[in-house]
């Protein structure tokens, strides 16, 4: 966070306690771009983003020049642009698409379980609700205990039983996220960031999840403190990260470990995104598929990840120019090949998300988190 009066500051609108806002802090940092922190203040702001944007989610940014954007991915993009300086995105284009990869899991796959851990068990949801009544629901003149019971009854209907986590998948989600402790610290037992010695995309993607939930709700704070110290060390060490942080090496080829990351991909993520696709197609707005042994029963369906699965096509198609043969031959080793290419003719919409990140067609809206 920096000078507020700083003119060319920019306003990121959003929580201190949310997923997307948070990774959006971590890249500003990073980067060395100046933003000041404000909560977002509903009801009051839906009304004023939905006019600007198109929808209304968290976080925003709005630029000194009076414009707003949102989708933490699409703006990450546009800013990479604009400060080219220290780029977050490795030359080498297998590595490129790993980071593609990997952010899209982080983004898209990562905040299910992290929003289950926060409002199925009760010490994450008495903290997380009395925290977020207090910060963005100041617009509603309505008791605390109400606006508590209103957020967790909101939150698990829409993000945890009602999207897919019935009681017969908790364990199974839990499972999962243990996996991916156990997988991240391994690699952090070895190495600074995932891949290599400075921060990239893929540590960003991953600052969602890990930074605002799993590193700071109670449950999987004390899962990492005991099973994962040295990834919980990485979650701090790339909050501490700045522009002179990002000029480290990267790794020479794709190590075993990023090799698990991707075939973890391939069992359950890729998988899931088709069964998005299957559901999209059929005008379905809820779907049931088990993918890594788990099930989700009455997932919530996304025309926004059939989008994320066309742009992950195409950063296949622009990394493919230049590294094809090696980089189909490791998606193939690994598993990934097969479920991206696995649905023909997806269901998007005309032009979709071709306006963000100034404007958003349809992407799940995701407010309070």
């Known amino acids: 966070m920096t000078n507020a009066d700083d003119a ?24 060395g771009i100046p933003y000041r922190l404000v909560s977002m203040v509903f009801p009051g702001e839906e009304k004023r983003n939905k006019k600007v944007l198109g929808l ?43 980071c593609y990869l990997l ?9 299910r379980p992290a929003m289950h851990y926060r409002w199925y068990y009760e010490e994450g949801a008495r903290f997380a609700s009395g925290h977020l009544a207090r910060e963005v629901m100041g617009g509603l003149h309505l008791p605390l205990f109400v606006k508590r019971a209103m957020l967790r009854r909101r939150q698990r209907s829409g993000y945890t039983s009602g999207d897919g986590i019935g009681p017969e998948a908790v364990a199974g989600v839990e499972a999962d996220v243990a996996a991916l402790f156990s997988q991240f610290e391994s690699i952090f037992s070895k190495r600074r960031f995932l891949l290599g010695d400075r921060p990239t995309l893929a540590d960003i993607g991953f600052s969602g999840p890990f930074f605002r939930h799993f590193a700071l709700d109670p449950i999987p704070l004390q899962l990492l403190r005991h099973t994962a110290p ?76 059939v989008w994320c699965l066309d742009q992950l096509r195409g950063r296949y198609r622009e990394c493919e120019q230049s590294d094809s043969v090696d980089l189909q031959l490791l998606l193939r080793e690994t598993g990934i090949w097969d479920s991206l290419w696995a649905a023909d003719d ?9 306006r963000l990140p100034f404007w958003g067609d349809s992407k799940m809206t995701k407010v309070n988190e």
């Open 8 to 31: 060319g500051t920019l306003e990121l609108r959003g929580s201190s306690i949310s997923y997307f806002t948070g990774k959006m802090e971590n890249y500003f940092r990073l980067k």
């Open 103 to 111: 952010e899209d899991w982080a983004d898209e796959w990562w905040w």
């Open 230 to 305: 040295n990834t919980l060390e990485w979650v701090m060490r790339l909050w501490n990260s700045n522009s002179l942080s990002a000029r480290g090496s990267l790794v020479d080829g794709v190590p075993d470990d990023i090799r698990a990351l991707l075939m973890h991909i391939a069992r359950g993520y890729l998988p899931y995104l088709n069964a998005n696709v299957d559901a999209v197609r059929r005008g379905d707005l809820h779907f049931t598929t088990t993918v890594d042994d788990v099930t989700y029963e009455g997932a919530r369906s996304s025309q926004y990840r």
């Open 346 to 354: 997806l269901p998007l919409l005309k032009d979709q998300e071709r």
């Open 56 to 98: 209304s989610q968290m976080p925003t940014v709005q630029l000194p020049d009076g414009r707003w954007m949102t989708d933490t991915t699409a703006m990450i993009q546009w800013f990479e642009g604009e400060y080219p300086d220290n780029p977050i995105v490795p030359e080498d284009p297998t590595l490129a698409f790993i």
